[in-house]
């Protein structure tokens, strides 16, 4: 079973630039997860999706972070403008249904640094 | 509100035991997690125990819960330097929309 994929692995831009993440979840997967993970942090959840439909969306900055998961299958995460406490490395995991008891997986994450 | 808190360092010799600790706020969560994250990698899961139990032992990993004191621990025995890496801590919001909350991380260093 092929697991999350994620894309690009690193990225270095500068800031003010734009930039976008792309994660393909394990195949089924209805509940798709992004958190980002500052360094010596735990994750935090950025944005959680049920197929193609926003479920908790409360701890992203809407004025800067934008997320789609248009057919409920790969997801996109982007950032415009960057700003320097950006830097962090973004997950995504997924989960089968979301429901109690459910094991999530997670991608290697795309390690971002804002210059 | 909800914090997952860890001691940040813990550093073992090769082949003794090893015991993570952990503290978290959210007396709805149904399951606790412990994840194991390598330099570079994405998170993985190692164990997780259900809220009415007391302990879970998988192999060389034991997990105890103290629900009344909301406290986690995770005990490696016969600790490898293959088990260096950080440790985190989670529990998942069952009461809203499930989502999962990790804790600081805990970085085990395995002396040889």
């Known amino acids: 079973e092929a697991g999350v994929a994620q894309s690009p692995r690193y990225k270095i831009i500068e800031k003010r630039q734009s930039v976008a993440f792309w994660c393909n979840p394990i195949?089924?997967?209805?509940?798709l997860y992004w958190y980002q993970q500052i360094l010596g942090q735990g994750p935090k959840l950025l944005i959680q999706f049920q197929n193609n439909g926003v479920v908790d969306d409360s701890q992203l900055p809407k004025d800067r972070f934008s997320a789609e998961r248009l057919k409920g299958v790969d997801s996109t995460l982007k950032i415009q403008p960057a700003k320097l406490e950006d830097s962090a490395v973004y997950l995504c995991?997924?989960?089968?249904?979301?429901?109690?008891?459910?094991?999530?997986?997670f991608g290697p994450g795309t390690r971002l640094l804002v210059l | 509100g909800e914090d997952v808190e860890q001691s940040l360092f813990l550093s073992v010799r090769e082949g003794d035991s090893s015991v993570i600790n952990c503290t978290y706020t959210d007396s709805s969560s149904t399951y606790l997690y412990w994840y194991k994250q390598e330099p570079g990698a994405g998170l993985q899961l190692l164990t997780y125990i259900f809220s009415n139990m007391d302990m879970k032992q998988d192999q060389r990993l034991t997990v105890l819960l103290n629900k009344k004191d909301k406290h986690l621990s995770l005990r490696i025995a016969d600790t490898q330097t293959g088990d260096s890496a950080i440790y985190f801590c989670?529990?998942?919001?069952?009461?809203?929309?499930?989502?999962?909350?990790f804790g600081t991380g805990t970085r085990l260093k395995v002396l040889a």
């Open positions: 995991a997924s989960t089968l249904s979301g429901s109690l008891g459910e094991t999530q997986y």
């Open positions: 989670a529990e998942r919001d069952d009461s809203g929309t499930y989502k999962y909350i």
């Open positions: 195949s089924g997967h209805a509940t």
